[in-house]
């Protein structure tokens, strides 16, 4: 009987996030292994009614009261370490905004037991989702095919267990055990790249991270070009969107940046100057090229 506990962060999402519970619950309950599924959700500020649809219809899911200034990753963090208290096999971390498939847990579970079957040792196991608009590839985990240009391609499933380097956390289960060797998601990050973090923490110590051989859910893309955004706002506007979270979020892209590629470090910083006071310019040299490679 594996005890899994499922990590989400909300922010006034109502009908996105209530949609993934209940995908959530129905894919645990469609599951043939053994288990039994736990939530935990950090409410960071919602306004919209979130929090009591959630205590209406999904009365067993744990709330988590965060400050409405934690975004995703401190969120998420918060979430995780409320869930350590317990006694938990698994963590299943998982976006407000993603739709497990029926057999998702499923075949996030069997990775597991064939991860420790293959590899002797535990995993990370990423479920890759597509669109339900276009059928396509959206999140999942990336191979780095140039460490200096940070180009990486994408992987779609392909029927077998892939090793990625690169992992988005829309869909992606952790053993505790791998937890007692890289921890939890490293603090310091606040909307984004603590996933890559993660990843290439656990490549840094010999844990397997796969990505399963089916899509496991659905979850659209609809994140605006954010390297266009930065030529339709005045100096200050792009002063605040370069560092805001919820913008690029450029002290966690530095941070991660130092962490793990620092030779690319000033170039890194460069550019970022560069898009603020030059941002014509940067997206006509750059943004078709990079585009493609940060996340």
């Not at 918060?78 to 998702?104: G, H, R, V």
């Not at 005045?234 to 962490?259: A, C, I, N, W």
Request: proline share 4%.
């Amino acid at each position: 009987m594996y005890k899994v506990a499922a990590l989400l962060t909300i922010h006034n999402r109502k009908e996105k996030t209530l949609s993934c519970l209940e995908a959530l619950y129905h894919s645990a309950a469609t599951t043939d292994l053994p288990h039994e599924l736990s939530v935990f959700v950090t409410d960071d500020g919602c306004t919209d009614g979130s929090v009591e649809a959630i205590r209406a219809r999904f009365p067993d899911v744990k709330i988590i009261q965060g400050n409405g200034e934690l975004f995703w990753a401190e969120g998420m963090r918060m979430a995780w370490k409320e869930a350590m208290k317990c006694k938990f096999d698994l963590y299943l971390l998982l976006n407000d905004d993603t739709l497990l498939d029926s057999q998702a847990l499923n075949l996030l579970l069997q990775g597991h037991k064939d991860c420790l079957k293959i590899e002797k040792r535990p995993g990370i196991y990423v479920g890759a989702t597509k669109s339900a608009i276009h059928n396509k590839l959206t999140y999942s985990g990336s191979k780095i095919l140039n460490r200096f240009l940070y180009t990486q391609r994408r992987l779609a499933p392909n029927g077998s267990y892939q090793s990625c380097e690169l992992a988005n956390a829309n869909i992606m289960m952790v053993p505790h055990d791998v937890t007692k060797t890289i921890g939890i998601l490293r603090s310091g990050y606040a909307h984004g790249v603590a996933d890559y973090d993660y990843s290439l923490t656990a490549i840094e110590h010999n844990v397997p991270v796969l990505v399963m051989p089916e899509y496991c859910g659905i979850c659209e893309n609809d994140h605006k070009d954010k390297y266009a955004i930065f030529v339709t706002k005045d100096l200050e506007g792009r002063k605040e969107y370069l560092y805001s979270p919820l913008g690029f979020d450029f002290r966690s892209r530095l941070k991660f940046v130092k962490r793990f590629f620092p030779y690319r470090y000033p170039f890194v910083l460069i550019i970022g100057k560069m898009k603020v006071l030059f941002p014509e310019l940067y997206l006509k040299l750059f943004s078709g090229r990079f585009n493609k490679a940060i996340k």
